[in-house]
């Protein structure tokens, strides 16, 4: 397991890391998530020793992480990182040069380190490529590349950095394939990104970060909040949730009426409003959200919690009315 404990960081006078806690089991995908600026990739670059935390604690298996030469070249052998920008990465003149870098450097032997090019490249669907010059790949395959030389290392753990931007669907798909690969290797997988199709396609559990600290942690992704803190969600239409003891707000953009319940139907009848959807009612709700359409869900006060908690499992948007309390007037 990877650990972060209460770890600050500053560049010059302005804080960036601000008691960031944070656990990545191995077999698991651990996808963080935040807005440009909230400090991912420089929290992320210290589970690799590239920076030095300016206090609080990290821990590899247990193991606290020191900063001198031999201690974070023992990290670097069990954490690898994959670089948003592939480029930042890459330092061979060739292919079979810069995948063959890593595992030279572990003290691999001639055999050895050939077989770890061998699989990597093709894990990466790069066979074919090794006498290529860096320089003259594409973006994508620059991409594939960076993600090939730190497999060859065979770390415990890997972090990418965005690894789906700029990529086409290809690129996507062989990403996410990959992530799953090392993820039923018993790898510890942690992916920074902004992109929820990724995040819903590997991710095991979902970490926000705002403002240099986590403020989520959970194994289903709070769709609700990561709006709140400028993560991009592509929300696609909206549930608007009403107690049945509130007044019902009908009006011309509301596209479908749910009750969920005896008490949200009995109200619904005493106001003469037309239900469209009155089985599996939260299920459809939900679907209609996601094709684009707002709904508006009436449902016992009971029952706001869960359907709030349910809701927040996907990129729809969610409100909740509470308008001039109905009075239920008893005969």
Same mark, same amino acid.
């Given at each position: 397991? %990877?650990?972060?404990?209460?770890?600050?960081? &500053?560049?010059?006078?302005?804080?960036?890391?601000?008691?960031?806690?944070?656990?990545?089991?191995?077999?698991?995908?651990?996808?963080?998530?935040?807005?440009?600026?909230?400090?991912?990739?420089?929290?992320?670059?210290?589970?690799?020793?590239?920076?030095?935390?300016?206090?609080?604690?990290?821990?590899?298996?247990?193991?606290?992480?020191?900063?001198?030469?031999?201690?974070?070249?023992?990290?670097?052998?069990?954490?690898?990182?994959?670089?948003?920008?592939?480029?930042?990465?890459?330092?061979?003149?060739?292919?079979?040069?810069?995948?063959?870098?890593?595992?030279?450097?572990?003290?691999?032997?001639?055999? /050895?380190?050939?077989? #770890?090019? =061998?699989?990597?490249?093709? #894990?990466?669907?790069?066979?074919?490529?090794?006498?290529?010059?860096? !320089? +003259?790949?594409?973006?994508?395959?620059?991409? @594939?590349?960076?993600?090939?030389?730190?497999?060859?290392?065979?770390?415990?753990?890997?972090?990418?950095?965005?690894?789906? *931007?700029?990529?086409? *669907?290809?690129?996507?798909?062989?990403?996410?394939?990959?992530?799953?690969?090392?993820?039923?290797?018993?790898?510890?997988? %942690?992916? &920074?990104?902004?992109?929820?199709?990724?995040?819903?396609?590997?991710?095991?559990?979902?970490?926000? @970060?705002?403002?240099?600290?986590?403020?989520? /942690?959970?194994?289903?992704?709070?769709?609700?909040? *990561? #709006? /709140?803190?400028?993560?991009?969600?592509?929300?696609?239409?909206?549930?608007?949730?009403?107690?049945?003891?509130?007044?019902?707000?009908?009006?011309?953009?509301?596209?479908?009426? *749910?009750? @969920?319940?005896?008490?949200?139907?009995?109200?619904?009848? /005493? =106001?003469?409003? !037309?239900?469209?959807?009155?089985?599996?009612?939260?299920?459809?709700?939900?679907?209609?959200?996601?094709?684009?359409?707002?709904?508006?869900?009436?449902?016992?006060?009971? @029952?706001?919690?869960?359907?709030?908690? +349910?809701?927040?499992?996907?990129?729809?948007?969610?409100?909740?009315?509470?308008?001039?309390?109905? +009075?239920?007037?008893?005969?």
């Amino acid at each position: 397991m %990877i650990e972060a404990v209460d770890v600050w960081f &500053s560049y010059r006078d302005k804080e960036i890391l601000k008691g960031v806690n944070f656990k990545a089991e191995k077999g698991e995908v651990t996808v963080l998530m935040g807005k440009n600026g909230a400090g991912k990739t420089t929290f992320l670059m210290h589970i690799n020793g590239l920076l030095k935390p300016k206090r609080g604690e990290i821990f590899i298996d247990g193991e606290k992480v020191h900063y001198d030469r031999k201690s974070i070249s023992k990290v670097r052998r069990k954490v690898g990182f994959v670089f948003q920008n592939p480029d930042d990465q890459i330092i061979a003149p060739t292919v079979w040069q810069e995948v063959a870098f890593g595992p030279t450097n572990l003290g691999l032997n001639e055999e /050895e380190v050939k077989k #770890a090019v =061998e699989n990597s490249l093709k #894990a990466v669907k790069l066979e074919g490529f090794e006498r290529k010059l860096c !320089n +003259e790949l594409s973006g994508g395959e620059k991409k @594939m590349l960076s993600i090939a030389s730190v497999l060859a290392m065979d770390p415990d753990y890997v972090i990418f950095d965005e690894p789906t *931007a700029g990529v086409d *669907a290809i690129g996507f798909k062989a990403i996410v394939d990959i992530i799953k690969e090392l993820k039923s290797k018993g790898r510890g997988v %942690i992916v &920074s990104t902004h992109d929820f199709d990724l995040a819903n396609y590997v991710g095991d559990k979902f970490v926000f @970060m705002n403002d240099g600290k986590v403020v989520f /942690e959970g194994y289903e992704p709070d769709f609700t909040l *990561a #709006a /709140e803190i400028g993560i991009r969600t592509f929300a696609y239409g909206k549930i608007i949730i009403v107690p049945h003891t509130a007044k019902i707000p009908i009006s011309d953009d509301i596209d479908f009426v *749910a009750a @969920m319940g005896y008490k949200a139907k009995k109200r619904a009848a /005493e =106001e003469g409003i !037309n239900i469209d959807i009155n089985s599996a009612v939260l299920e459809r709700s939900i679907l209609r959200a996601l094709e684009g359409h707002t709904v508006l869900l009436i449902c016992s006060e009971e @029952m706001i919690r869960t359907v709030k908690r +349910e809701v927040a499992k996907y990129p729809v948007k969610v409100e909740e009315r509470k308008v001039e309390v109905y +009075e239920v007037h008893k005969v």
